[in-house]
């Protein structure tokens, strides 16, 4: 069935750091992709997107390429901030009718001054 | 825009009591998703709805849960009788269709535990 593998957290890192996140899918068709973020004491919201292979989302610094040859979509940003704080989620869905997201497991950053 | 409101935030019961939680989406969002948040993972579908009718809800166990979307526009989810494991966050959200590009737009949850 379709899945998301997400790297292990918690991601500790220092103001202006570079970040990446890990994320790969398994899905029998051709999903879109997504990251949610979760910052402390909020709801999911959504962070970026892509529908399809080659896209790039991008939001707030955060990027991340719907790589459809690596089943990829890995969050970057150049520069993170204290307030990037959260827990992110990669999640995909399948297009069709009826298939709701399926999420990762949920990364934790943490980022200190 | 408001958001998806959900009710009650927290909620502490014994196993085998009853809850029930209510979701209000966005205004005009046809579909509506239950998921269900166990600490550490990320959520997983409990049951989609579009409009009144439901999608999805092969997740949804149904010896113990139910869910129902009256009118298609509020839904409540209830859980009768609760166990220790489904101590969890309970996750309304919200989208103007069911296509696979749609944003989810999710309501804070409501926090579940059982004693």
């Known amino acids: 069935g379709n899945s998301v593998t997400q790297m292990e957290g918690p991601v500790t890192l220092s103001e202006e750091a570079f970040l990446t996140i890990n994320c790969t899918y398994t899905a029998t068709g051709y999903p879109s992709l997504f990251w949610y973020v979760q910052y402390p004491g909020e709801g999911l919201q959504l962070l970026l997107k892509?529908?399809?292979?080659?896209d790039k989302g991008s939001n707030k610094g955060f990027e991340a390429t719907y790589r459809k040859e690596t089943t990829s979509f890995h969050l970057e940003k150049g520069s993170v901030q204290v307030s990037d704080s959260a827990v992110y989620f990669c999640?995909?869905?399948?297009?069709?009718?009826?298939?709701?997201?399926?999420f990762g497991k949920g990364t934790t950053l943490s980022v200190s001054s | 825009e408001a958001g998806v409101a959900q009710s009650p935030r927290y909620k502490i019961i014994e196993k085998r009591q009853s809850v029930a939680f209510w979701c209000n989406p966005i205004s005009g969002h046809a579909t509506l998703y239950w998921y269900q948040q166990i600490l550490g993972q990320g959520p997983k579908l409990l049951i989609q709805f579009q409009n009144n009718g439901v999608v999805d809800d092969s997740q949804l166990p149904k010896d113990r849960f139910s869910a129902e979307r009256l009118k298609g526009v509020d839904s409540t989810l209830k859980i009768q009788p609760a166990k220790l494991e489904d101590s969890a966050v309970y996750l309304c959200?919200?989208?103007?269709?069911?296509?696979?590009?749609?944003?989810?737009?999710f309501g804070d949850g409501t926090r579940l535990s059982i004693l």
């Open positions: 959200a919200s989208s103007l269709a069911s296509g696979g590009g749609q944003p989810q737009h």
């Open positions: 999640a995909l869905s399948e297009g069709q009718a009826g298939t709701a997201l399926i």
């Open positions: 892509a529908t399809k292979a080659d």
